[in-house]
C-alpha cells in the first residue's frame, strides 16, 4: 500500500511559478513510476507528466507542458517534484500525483495503481 500526499498548490499570477511535492508512505518508494495528472472543472482527469522508477531513466511530458515543467523525484526522501514554471490560466486545475508498478505506457491514467488527494493550482491572468 502506497499513500500519497501532494502540497505546494496556491494562487499565483500568470507567469509565474509554483513547486508541487508529493510524499509517499512506505520503504518501496523507488520502485515505483511516478505522474502528474491535473483536472479542470467539467473536464477529464489529463496527463501531464511523469518518470519512470529507480534511477528515473524516462520522463515523459505532455505537449501542453513541455519546456515550462520539470518533474523530479528524490528516492530518499520518498518524494516527487513538479516544477512548474510560465504557468498559464489554462494550467488552472486540480493535481493529483499518482504511483504506477510499472514503467509502461506511464501517460495513461489506467496504469497507475495509488493517488494522491489533489491540490488545487489556480493561475490568474
Known amino acids: 500500500q502506497v499513500q500519497l500526499v501532494e502540497s505546494g498548490g496556491g494562487l499565483v499570477q500568470a507567469g509565474g511559478s509554483l513547486r508541487l511535492s508529493c510524499a509517499a508512505s512506505?520503504?518501496?518508494?523507488?520502485?515505483?513510476?511516478m505522474g502528474w495528472f491535473r483536472q479542470a472543472p467539467g473536464k477529464e482527469r489529463e496527463f501531464v507528466t511523469a518518470?519512470?522508477?529507480?534511477?528515473?531513466?524516462?520522463?515523459l511530458y505532455a505537449a501542453s507542458v513541455k519546456g515550462r515543467f520539470t518533474i523530479s523525484r528524490d528516492n530518499a526522501k520518498n518524494t516527487v517534484y513538479l516544477q512548474m514554471n510560465s504557468l498559464k490560466p489554462e494550467d488552472t486545475a486540480v493535481y493529483y500525483c499518482?504511483?504506477?508498478?510499472?514503467?509502461?505506457?506511464?501517460?495513461?491514467?489506467?496504469?497507475?495503481?495509488?493517488w494522491g488527494q489533489g491540490t488545487q493550482v489556480t493561475v490568474s491572468s
Open positions: 499518482a504511483a504506477a508498478a510499472s514503467s509502461d505506457d506511464l501517460a495513461s491514467i489506467n496504469k497507475y495503481d495509488y
Open positions: 512506505g520503504r518501496t518508494f523507488s520502485r515505483y513510476a
Open positions: 518518470i519512470s522508477s529507480w534511477s528515473a531513466g524516462s520522463i
